[in-house]
T-cell receptor
Framework: GQNIDQPTEMTATEGAIVQINCTYQ??????LFWYQQHAGEAPTFLSY??LDGLEEKGRFSSFLSRSKGYSYLLLKELQMKDSASYLC??????????WGAGTKLIIKP | GAVVSQHPSWVICKSGTSVKIECRSL??????MFWYRQFPKQSLMLMAT?????????EQGVEKDKFLINHASLTLSTLTVTSAHPEDSSFYIC???????????FGQGTRLTVV
């Protein structure tokens, strides 16, 4: 079956770095997405990886290893506004997104 | 990025009535639209996928006669919750994707409360 695993909740300190991991199993693979979702709001796009390696975008970076079925989202210089849920989603061979349950990130001062 | 507008943002309706939610792509042609439901503290659950001009494909367990989806144009899809009941109260979110594009853009979501 198709499955996405990511931690339920993580806590980090303002100004620090946090890495949110995601493992996936899908029928075929057409890329890995990360979305940020604040409570009560729709998700917003953060990153898309389809090739192995690290993609850096400001304070956020995303890594993909297709052979390991693994990705992570790295957040640097954490700010209080980064407190949100982070959703990992893998796109299968039919271009459908398989969603993880999300990781709730709590930032403490 | 592309803009997807969803309306209304929130709605309260009486049990037994129907509610229509609109999803519009404002600056691109959405060949595929997705409708999701999200209960509190849970992930997105795909309800159905619709391609412009054809019938929607519903996920297992989603009643197609209760959740009517219309995707009549390349910029508009609607979800109608018919004979709504309190258990239908949820956050409904649409996303839209253009031809040959992998990324889908989300609408703002609609908070439905059935009383």
């Amino acid at each position: 079956g198709q499955n996405i695993d990511q931690p339920t909740e993580m806590t980090a300190t303002e100004g620090a770095i946090v890495q949110i991991n995601c493992t996936y199993q899908t029928s075929g693979f057409n890329g890995l997405f990360w979305y940020q979702q604040h409570a009560g709001e729709a998700p917003t796009f953060l990153s898309y990886n389809v090739l192995d390696g690290l993609e850096e975008k400001g304070r956020f970076s995303s890594f993909l290893s297709r052979s390991k079925g693994y990705s992570y989202l790295l957040l640097k210089e954490l700010q209080m506004k980064d407190s949100a849920s982070y959703l990992c989603a893998a796109m299968d061979s039919n271009y459908q997104l398989i969603w993880g349950a999300g990781t709730k990130l709590i930032i403490k001062p | 990025g592309a803009v997807v507008s969803q309306h209304p943002s929130w709605v309260i309706c009486k049990s037994g009535t129907s509610v229509k939610i609109e999803c519009r792509s404002l600056d691109f042609q959405a060949t595929t639209m997705f409708w999701y439901r999200q209960f509190p503290k849970q992930s997105l659950m795909l309800m159905a996928t619709s391609n412009e001009g054809s019938k929607a494909t519903y996920e297992q367990g989603v009643e197609k006669d209760k959740f009517l989806i219309n995707h009549a144009s390349l910029t508009l899809s609607t979800l109608t919750v018919t004979s709504a009941h309190p258990e239908d109260s949820s956050f409904y979110i649409c996303s839209a994707r253009g031809q040959g594009v992998t990324e889908a853009f989300f609408g703002q979501g609609t908070r439905l409360t059935v009383v």
